[in-house]
């Protein structure tokens, strides 16, 4: 798709936090209908880069440019009424609202007397979703709803406030894969309705994959500004630490035969359930799975931290 004009552009912008440089002499051009990629390591500035746009922070220097012109983005209500969302990776839902409550929160709809016009929020809200393609009720309680759900409520609050600028803060982080390619349509599809969106990523096969054009950040500074077609995933990754890699990933060594730590039937009710598994010398061991499937409560199992009621914990074949 033809990319259009500048719709948002920064100028040397600077952000310090205590004295400390977060962000140094920023400038960014997003153009209309384009997907921006934004990556760098953690504490690069990504996303205080976006919370300036989005009206979270102020900077301390540099300026903001709207469709050409100079604004100062004070809050998020600023940001919404010059069509600029942002998607948190911590969503900002309310758990015991049900979906058009939480769409409209804060611009609620109301009726001629003044009161709350419930009847055309659910509409609209209905109307929104349908536009996502996703089969959510208007009135469920977003407490019992998927990431992957929540996350297409968010989505659908910026199209309500018929936002032009969609920033997405690490948007996979919560879903599985088949949920990360229903996100990519729907990505693809509100770029093809002229919606420009700025991705914040730390996957780069992701950035690579779904955007037009990839921002390194690294200590605060861009060092990279191009086209993903002239960039692979491994030069990506040398852009944000700054030094050449003979991979993204270092080569695996065999783990050997000695088993260093094992956990047996391990249980914490309503939380772990029938939990065992075997680290050996040398390896590493992953635990993957979505909030609340228990990585971190096992981990803190282990620590000792939570208290199990049965199961078995061994270092060096002695138990713990």
């Known amino acids: 798709m033809p990319m259009g004009e500048a719709i948002l552009r920064t100028e040397d912008l600077s952000k310090d936090f205590g004295g400390v440089a977060v962000l ?3 400038n960014l051009e997003v153009r209309s209908g384009e997907i921006l990629g934004i990556i760098g390591e953690n504490g690069a500035g990504k996303s205080t880069l976006m919370k ?3 009206g979270i922070y102020q900077p301390s220097s540099g300026k903001v440019f709207v469709d050409g012109k100079p604004v100062r983005i004070s809050d998020s209500i600023g940001a919404r009424r010059l069509g600029i969302s942002l998607v948190p990776q911590e969503f900002n839902l309310i758990r015991d609202l049900p979906v058009y409550n939480n769409v409209f929160l804060g611009s609620e709809l109301l009726t001629k007397a003044g009161l709350l016009d419930k009847a055309a929020m659910k509409a609209r809200t209905r109307e929104l979703l349908s536009r996502l393609g996703v089969s959510l009720d208007p009135e469920a309680p977003v407490e019992m709803m998927s990431s992957a ?8 609050k910026a199209l309500a406030f018929e936002s032009r600028i969609l ?5 996979t982080t919560m879903l599985t894969k088949y949920e990360i390619e229903i996100l990519f349509a729907l990505v693809a599809e509100l770029r093809k309705s002229g919606m420009t969106v700025i991705y914040i990523s730390h996957k780069l096969k992701e950035v690579k994959h779904l955007c037009d054009r990839v921002l390194v950040l690294r200590d605060g500074a861009v060092v990279h500004d191009g086209p993903t077609s002239e960039i692979t995933a491994l030069e990506m990754a040398q852009k944000m630490v700054g030094r050449e890699l003979g991979s993204i990933f270092p080569p695996k060594n065999e783990p050997g035969d000695e088993v260093v730590f094992e956990v047996r039937s ?5 939380v772990l359930e029938n939990i065992s598994f075997e680290l050996r010398k040398g390896e590493i061991l992953g635990l993957a799975g979505l909030v609340g499937a228990g990585r971190t409560e096992l981990a803190e199992t282990i620590l000792g931290l939570r208290k199990k ?12």
């Open 24 to 26: 140094k002499d920023i």
């Open 52 to 54: 300036i746009v989005s």
């Open 149 to 156: 759900e929540k996350q297409m409520v968010e989505i659908c």
């Open 167 to 171: 920033i997405m803060d690490e948007p």
């Open 266 to 270: 391990l249980k914490v009710p309503g």
């Open 309 to 320: 009621s049965s199961g078995e914990m061994f270092k060096g074949g002695k138990p713990l």
